[in-house]
C-alpha cells in the first residue's frame, strides 16, 4: 500500500479526480494525500507536507515552476518526484520522456517507471535582482532566451502556449547586444568572451523539441554550458546551422560529435562561476527572475529520485 502526495497547480488542473482514478487504476490501496498550491506558493510548503506525511511518491500536476518547488524539496530525500505535465512548456517532463498527453497517461507511465536519480543545478545570485540561492532541474540563462520570456504576451500564451515565445523570440533578439562575460569552469583559469546569450543545463531538449545542449544528461553528474555570439547576420546563419542541423538534425543520422564554432561554443563543468560587465534578463527553468550581474552555479549529482 503506497502512500502518494499530490501537489496540484488548481489554475493548471482545476480538478484532481482524473489523476486521483489513474492513482487507483494502478495501486487500489493507494493512500492519496492532496496539497494543492496557491498564488503565494507554489509548491514548496505543499512538498514539506507531503513528506511529512510520509508520502512515498509526490505527484507534481502543474508547470514548471510548481515542478521546481517541489524538486527543491525532494532533492536529498528517498521520497520520488513524478510529474503530470500541465504547463506551456513542461521542460523536465520533456526531458524525462514523460508523456504529454494527458493526466491518465502521465501518471501510468509514472507508476510503471523504475525510480531513477538525476542531478539538481543550484544558482547563487551574488549580484542581481534575484539575489541568494535558487534551485533548477532543468536549465538556467541570460540574453536572448530570457529576454523572449520578458517580451512573451501572458494573455497569447494563455491561448496559444509555446507559439507565443516565437513572437517574442523577433522581438528579443532585436534587443539583445554582445556584453562581455567572465567566465570560470570548476578550477580553470577566468575566460573573457563577448556573448549576447548563455544557457547552463542539466537537461538540453526546450519547447519544441529543440535540443540546445545536445551532451546534457540529466544524471551525468556535469552541467553543460552554451555560449552564443553571433552579432550579425552571417553570426545568426552559422548560429541556426550550427543548432538546428550540426547539433540537431545530423545527430538523428548518427553524428555524435557535438559542434562547436566561433558564434556557438559548448563546455561542461561541475561549476561555473560568471561575471558580467552589464546586468541581463536571466531566466530559472523558464521563469524570468530579473536581471543579474554575477552568479554562481553548481551542480548536485544524483539527489533527486524520479518516476520517470
Known amino acids: 500500500m503506497a502512500t502518494i502526495g499530490v501537489i496540484r497547480n488548481p489554475v493548471k488542473l482545476d480538478s484532481e479526480d482524473e489523476l486521483r482514478a ?14 494543492p498550491t496557491t498564488e503565494d506558493d507554489p509548491g514548496r510548503a505543499m512538498a514539506q507536507a507531503a513528506l511529512d506525511a510520509g508520502c512515498e ?6 508547470g514548471d515552476g510548481t515542478v521546481r518547488e517541489v524538486a527543491d524539496v525532494l532533492a536529498g530525500t528517498e521520497t520520488a518526484l513524478a510529474i503530470v505535465p500541465q504547463g506551456t512548456g513542461n521542460l523536465l517532463a520533456r526531458n524525462l520522456g514523460v508523456p504529454l498527453g494527458g493526466v ?14 538525476i542531478d539538481v543545478g543550484t544558482i547563487d545570485v551574488t ?4 539575489s541568494g540561492p535558487h534551485t533548477f532541474v532543468v536549465m538556467a540563462g541570460l540574453g536572448l532566451d530570457a529576454r523572449m520570456l520578458v517580451e512573451t504576451d501572458d494573455d497569447l500564451k494563455a491561448k496559444a502556449g509555446w507559439l507565443a515565445y516565437v513572437k517574442a523570440l ?3 533578439a532585436a534587443a539583445t547586444e554582445l556584453v562581455s562575460a ?3 569552469l570548476d578550477d580553470d583559469e577566468p575566460a573573457q568572451a563577448r556573448i549576447h546569450t548563455l544557457m547552463i543545463g542539466n537537461c538540453g531538449m526546450i519547447q519544441g ?3 540546445l545542449l545536445p551532451d546534457a544528461e540529466p544524471d551525468d553528474g556535469v552541467l553543460d554550458l552554451l555560449l552564443i555570439s553571433a552579432d550579425d547576420a552571417a553570426g545568426w546563419f552559422e548560429t541556426v546551422r550550427t543548432v538546428v542541423w550540426d547539433n540537431g538534425l545530423r545527430r538523428l543520422f548518427g553524428d555524435d560529435e557535438t ?4 558564434t556557438v561554443r559548448h563546455a561542461s563543468a561541475q561549476r561555473i562561476r560568471v561575471e558580467l560587465d552589464v546586468a541581463q534578463p536571466f531566466q530559472i527553468d523558464g521563469e524570468e527572475r530579473g536581471e543579474v550581474r554575477a552568479f554562481t552555479v553548481a551542480v548536485r549529482p544524483g539527489v533527486l529520485l524520479v518516476r520517470a
Open 57 to 62: 511518491i509526490v505527484f507534481a500536476a502543474g
Open 182 to 184: 567572465q567566465i570560470v
Open 170 to 172: 523577433g522581438v528579443a
Open 259 to 262: 559542434t562547436s564554432t566561433d
Open 127 to 130: 549580484d542581481g535582482d534575484a
Open 104 to 117: 491518465a497517461d502521465a501518471v501510468t507511465h509514472a507508476l510503471r517507471a523504475a525510480p531513477r536519480r
Open 209 to 211: 523539441g529543440i535540443t
Open 22 to 35: 489513474a492513482i487507483l487504476a494502478q495501486d487500489p490501496d493507494a493512500r492519496i494525500h492532496s496539497f
